[in-house]
């Protein structure tokens, strides 16, 4: 089972919208509506954004969005802030036997 | 508020085992619904889930570390352990542990463990 394929980085300036996106296969991210995001912050735990495509914890910023289309899921950040740099892991059950599978994991700049 | 925390060996020679535990606290690790897992990061890297267990120790593992890991659990003393046997230099990481609620989410997770492999 292979890693979901993400964007290495992704940049933006304060205030503006990105999105990154997470590819996979009609066994994962296309077959279910399982996938999660994680924000990581330099020498600290992950942290969940997203789950379930488009489901936020209590706690996390609306500035935050997920969705799905085939199989590619997408996490939005809107109203970027300097505070939303850090790397993003998305991850997605799968049906093969690895059960979950994460992203590449995609390195959030703000300019 | 749940809290999960590793400890073990931050150091490990090649070919032993590498033995870890999670520690949970303000809550039950026999909560109906949660499995709890391990997942770990190689320096620089990308995350890797290893293993998920249940608190009636039911387990599933990563195929690719399968014959290697074995992951009980301890519900007396509310912790999970992960033990990864005939390690190499490519097993250095950080290992987490975390719950993994129903949909595949991890939440929330320990502060995690650099375990270095290195005679």
């Known amino acids: 089972q292979s890693a979901l394929t993400q964007p290495a980085s992704v940049s933006g300036s304060p205030g503006q919208s990105i999105t990154i996106s997470c590819t996979g296969t009609s066994s994962d991210v296309g077959g279910y509506n399982y996938v999660s995001w994680y924000q990581q912050h330099p020498g600290k735990a992950p942290k969940l954004m997203i789950y379930?495509?488009?489901n936020r914890p209590s706690g996390v910023s609306n500035r935050f969005s997920g969705s799905k289309s085939g199989n590619t899921a997408s996490l939005t950040i809107s109203g970027l802030q300097a505070e939303d740099e850090a790397d993003y892991y998305c991850s997605s059950y799968t049906s093969s036997s690895t059960n979950y599978v994460f992203g590449t994991g995609t390195k959030v700049t703000v300019l | 508020q749940l809290q999960l925390q590793e400890s073990g060996p931050g150091l490990v020679k090649p070919s032993e085992t590498l033995s870890l535990t999670c520690t949970v606290s303000g809550g039950s690790i026999s909560s109906s619904s949660y499995y709890w897992g391990w997942i770990r990061q190689p320096p620089g890297k990308g995350l890797e889930w290893i293993g998920s267990i249940y608190y009636s120790g039911s387990t599933y593992y990563n195929p690719s570390l399968k014959s290697r890991v074995t992951i009980s659990v301890d519900t007396s003393k509310n912790q999970f352990s992960l033990k990864l046997s005939s390690v190499t230099a490519a097993d250095t990481a950080v290992y987490y542990c975390?719950?993994?609620?129903?949909?595949?989410?991890?939440?929330?997770w320990g502060q995690g463990t650099l375990v270095t492999v290195s005679s």
């Open positions: 379930e495509v488009s």
């Open positions: 975390a719950r993994l609620a129903p949909g595949g989410r991890f939440d929330p």
